[in-house]
């Protein structure tokens, strides 16, 4: 009995020690390591490129020669002012300051130089050049030689403008929270080695036969002065055990005991400069963190999705107390990409030590981790520094994941051109723009129709299946877009065990690039978040740690408490007697504000003013309901101030002494959403546009231009979708066609909607045939994504899309432009572009008991010296994807548009007309698309349609006029726009 039970408790013991192990094993286990020895980078990028688009990777793999280091070439020096021909539309100047320098006070035409290249190799091209003032994205010159780009990425090279903090330490705000600086761009000539590096992490390398060349720089982006360019042979980058051989062994450095130990931290945030106003600091709380915020918004990090584009870099400055050798720590947070490592090319002192560092990956992590830079076995690197100062710079680096996106691309591609052929062979198209046209009844024989189906659908499979391979062996475990082309892969394979059912799986083809190239969007970026940098002896023990579960419960006690007795309420610190405005925007754009306040408004006029962040919209519906709003409200969305004034809420503007003035910075018809029963009740802030977007260089290959009417978009349709591609046109968008076709949503007087009269039915039909005669696709997610991938190479879009392509589609720049909307001819010639514009707007509200002042601060802050200083400044915070797109027509003009771009943007803000509010509005838009369903879903007729819109849209207004006391017989005074607003310059 007693061994029984002796047994059963070893037995017991066995298995709770095979469950510890289990445990422990599985807490422990990492992601399983895949390699892929088998796939190489040429055979992944063995297909065939045309040679105006050969990619810079394929360029070195057909040159393999390229990388050796020539001793015997030597440098070729172009002075910039010998220039031996430019285009006319360049406008050159020589440089005053700086002999033998010109300047390039535009981005347009070309300038070319000759040179003679005394020996036949591969040279890099340096640029000694100076931003000029302008706006504060890089410059871009696209470089030929001999007249021809001599691959794709040739065509657009940055010349960083340089940026750093304007002050540091950052100051904090009443309440303690740190308030992020303006930028400074830290002007003057800088040498820069063209470069790209999203296909190389070495500067490009350009071929050059012994002979005369002529060297060609074709203006892309902003104006820049230029110095010198010179040809230069590649320098040799050693290895890191060459490295170690060129500075003295530690056993032959002298011991110094008084720095044995020694580390010093630098903090991310406490940069140097840095290559983009995009880059930006940030803050984080949690255990060990660096600055630790204790509850207050304390800017302590550096980068994330802030930092991740190919080529952007920052700089620090190092000291160390002696020469020696040192190793290098990073704090780093990387769990935006799963599976896929962060790159960095890393330099100290200008230089790229060794070859280890030209494309240092920083692997995926769920939290931040403190790791030490070094090898795969990892053992860490040392770095031989002179006692003194040292400047480390870090550079966003997509080269290695190169390969990977341009195979994919061509993949796709394939797939795409197989997708139209099959649709083409079996008339399977979309009959409506929303159906797949399919009829699974139907039996197909498709290797009578195509007898290569199997062969090409195989070769598909087999090129998505050594990308994933590739992947997988680039980071050494699976990744999300491993997973994705895994996917895609079993839904191909599965067509392949039966071709004749591919016809009725033909939207499985579009199911697969949505897919993939969700991911493919963001293949090259590389977001990265920095806490801080440790130089150390390698004998140091810095006691740094990262956060754990355990150290994260006190933390989050500690923060929990100090809610109960910190101050977070900004209007705690109101100033008595002061205006008060709220805001409906992001904090910085507040501080921004409360900050010019300070500097500027207040000593001019003696008003106190107190700011205040108004997180949501509810807080002033709220607040008037209980008597507590303030005197102004900035931000707010484009209806409000009509809905707060048919409330009594809103104060009327016009009766304040200079507001014709004041209503002369803005379009009249932008300014019509903010009048209600003949008056003003708002004034327009910023605004958003609708512009026509083209792929310069995909119409010009079809031999199309620019549609200008909608009869010239007619025209092109066809030989768009004869070729795979179509149009964009905003589905929700019915305004445009109503205003273009001389129709209007309402009667002048505004009591009766006039959706059914025979301008209003006349565009409702030209509105529903866009999608069932003309076949537009009808909903796009992402029509950025499909303009950069050129299948939709032309659309209609918003001023988020124009900012979206001069930020994140850096592969097309110069290859897309903007025009006005197509419009509808007129009798006298002119083309009629009516459009709305969405604005945020200002408004005064009617229990203010400061109204005076409140007319004041308007004034002031709608004047163009203030709206064109604040654009400045908020831009230099974010950089251009956050650009103010002021309502005040000079300030607009005074922003830094592209002179093409600016005279288009132009021509479509004189068409701007906005739909006015009036009670029962919000019936509009809803009325519309249900009736748009009802014609093309459904098929009802339109007119039928449009009918039992009007009616149920009237049936509201009538109740909405009953509510707030309007009779029959009224008027609400709409204001009518019939003639398009006039630019000053026009009008001389």
């Known amino acids: 009995m007693k061994r029984m039970r002796m047994l059963s408790t070893l037995l017991r013991l066995t298995l709770a020690l095979a469950l510890l192990f289990a445990g422990l094993r599985w807490i422990t286990a990492g992601e399983p390591v895949l390699h892929a020895t088998s796939v190489s980078t040429e055979k992944l990028l063995s297909f065939e490129s045309k040679p105006e688009e050969l990619p810079y990777a394929k360029l070195m793999l057909e040159h393999p020669d390229a990388a050796a280091v020539d001793e015997a070439l030597k440098p070729i020096a172009i002075k910039a002012a010998e220039y031996a021909a430019a285009a006319d539309e360049a406008v050159l100047h020589k440089d005053t300051e700086e002999q033998g320098a010109i300047r390039w006070e535009n981005e347009q035409g070309w300038i070319e130089w000759a040179f003679l290249a005394p020996k036949s190799g591969w040279y890099e091209l340096h640029v000694d050049y100076k931003p000029l003032a302008g706006g504060n994205a890089s410059v871009v010159r696209g470089v030929q030689i001999d007249g021809q780009y001599p691959f794709v990425e040739s065509g657009r090279i940055e010349l960083e403008r340089l940026w750093k903090d304007s002050k540091f330490p950052y100051d904090r705000n009443e309440i303690g929270q740190q308030i992020r600086p303006p930028q400074q761009e830290l002007a003057g000539w800088s040498m820069k080695a063209a470069s790209v590096l999203s296909a190389s992490s070495e500067p490009l390398l350009y071929h050059l036969e012994q002979g005369e060349h002529r060297l060609r720089l074709v203006g892309v982006r902003e104006p820049v002065a230029l110095r010198v360019l010179t040809f230069k042979p590649k320098e040799d980058i050693p290895s890191y055990e060459n490295y170690k051989r060129l500075h003295p062994p530690e056993a032959e450095l002298p011991a110094d005991a008084e720095h044995l130990g020694w580390s010093s931290i630098i903090e991310a945030e406490q940069f140097k400069q840095k290559s983009s106003l995009a880059i930006q600091t940030d803050f984080w709380s949690e255990p060990y963190i660096s600055p630790d915020p204790k509850g207050r918004i304390t800017y302590n990090v550096l980068g994330g999705q802030r930092w991740r584009l190919p080529g952007e870099w920052v700089e620090w400055e190092l000291n160390v107390p002696a020469d020696g050798w040192y190793e290098l720590d990073l704090k780093t947070f990387q769990n935006y990409r799963n599976g896929f490592e962060a790159y960095r090319t890393i330099s100290i002192d200008g230089k790229i030590p060794f070859q280890e560092l030209l494309h240092y990956g920083i692997p995926t992590e769920k939290e ?48 795409a051109a197989f997708d139209r052929h099959i649709r083409l062979l079996t008339g399977n198209y979309s009959k409506s723009g929303f159906d797949a046209n399919t009829d699974s009844t139907r039996t197909w024989d498709m290797r009578r129709l195509e007898p290569d189906v199997e062969q090409k659908m195989a070769g598909i499979v087999n090129q998505l299946t050594d990308i994933r391979n590739y992947i997988n062996g680039l980071n050494k475990k699976d990744s999300d877009l491993a ?34 190239g969700t991911w493919m969007a963001t293949l090259t970026q590389q977001p990265l978040l920095l806490d801080y940098i440790v130089v150390r002896t390698p004998e140091a023990e810095t006691g740094l740690k990262t956060a754990s579960t355990l150290s994260r419960i006190p933390y989050s006690i500690a923060d929990f408490g100090r809610s109960f007795y910190m101050d977070y309420d900004t209007r705690k610190h109101n100033r008595k007697e002061a205006l008060t405005i709220w805001v409906q925007r992001g904090r910085d754009y507040v501080e921004l504000l409360r900050e010019m306040v300070d500097q500027d408004f207040t000593p001019r006029t003696g008003i106190e003013v107190n700011i205040n962040l108004m997180t949501n919209p509810n807080m002033l519906i709220l607040g008037n309901a209980a008597g507590d709003v303030p005197d102004l409200a900035l931000g707010v969305g484009e209806s409000t101030p009509a809905d707060f004034a048919m409330r009594d809420a809103a104060q009327e503007l016009s009766g304040f002494p200079g507001f014709e003035a004041v209503f002369d910075r803005f379009i009249p018809g932008v300014s019509r959403s903010l009048s209600y029963d003949g008056g003003i009740y708002g004034l327009p802030e910023v605004q958003n546009f609708q512009m026509l977007f083209y792929r310069t260089d995909i119409l010009e290959g079809l031999q199309l231009k620019a549609p200008d009417t909608w009869e010239d978009v007619f025209d092109i349709l066809p030989t768009l979708q004869e070729n795979g591609m179509t149009m964009n046109y905003p589905k929700s968008d019915f305004s445009t066609l109503y205003f273009q076709n001389g129709a209007e949503a309402y009667t002048p007087d505004g009591l009766k909607g006039t959706l059914s009269s025979d301008a209003g039915q006349q565009a409702f039909n030209r509105w529903t045939e866009l999608y069932r005669k003309y076949n537009l696709p009808i909903d796009i997610p992402a029509f950025f994504q499909h303009f950069r991938d050129g299948d939709i190479p032309i659309g209609i879009s918003d001023f988020n899309t124009y900012v979206q392509l001069l930020v994140a589609a850096p592969e097309i720049t110069g290859h897309w432009k903007i025009a006005p909307l197509p419009g509808m001819m007129q009798s006298d010639g002119e083309v009629a572009r009516w459009s709305p514009q969405g604005i945020s707007a200002a408004m005064m509200m009617k229990k203010s008991e400061r109204k005076d002042d409140a007319w004041a601060f308007l004034e002031w802050w709608t004047s163009e010296n203030v709206q064109s200083q604040y654009a400045k400044d908020i831009e230099s915070f974010y950089g251009i994807e956050f650009r103010w797109n002021t309502a005040n027509t000079d300030a607009m003009r005074a922003l830094t548009w592209p002179s093409e771009d600016l005279a288009a943007l132009q021509e479509q803000a004189r068409w701007a007309k906005n739909m006015p509010y009036v009670p029962g509005y919000y019936f509009l838009t809803r009325e519309m698309e249900f009736a748009w369903n009802r014609t093309v879903m459904e098929g009802i007729p339109a007119q039928e349609s449009l009918e039992q819109a009007q009616l149920s849209l009237q049936r509201e207004m009538d109740r909405r006029q009953g509510n707030f006391g309007i009779k029959a017989g009224d008027d609400l005074h709409i204001p009518q726009i019939t003639k398009p607003y006039e630019w000053e310059e026009l009008q001389k």
């Open 368 to 415: 931040f981790v403190i790791g030490t830079l070094a090898n795969e076995e990892e053992t860490p690197f040392r770095f031989y520094l002179e006692k003194g100062s040292h400047t480390l710079r870090m550079t966003v680096d997509s080269s290695m994941v190169q390969p990977v996106y341009l195979a994919l691309k061509e993949t796709l591609g394939q797939l």
């Open 483 to 516: 997973e994705a082309i895994k996917g895609s892969v079993a839904i191909l394979e599965d067509m392949l065990e039966d071709v004749n059912e591919i016809p009725n799986k033909i939207n499985d083809f579009s199911t697969i690039q949505n897919n993939i």
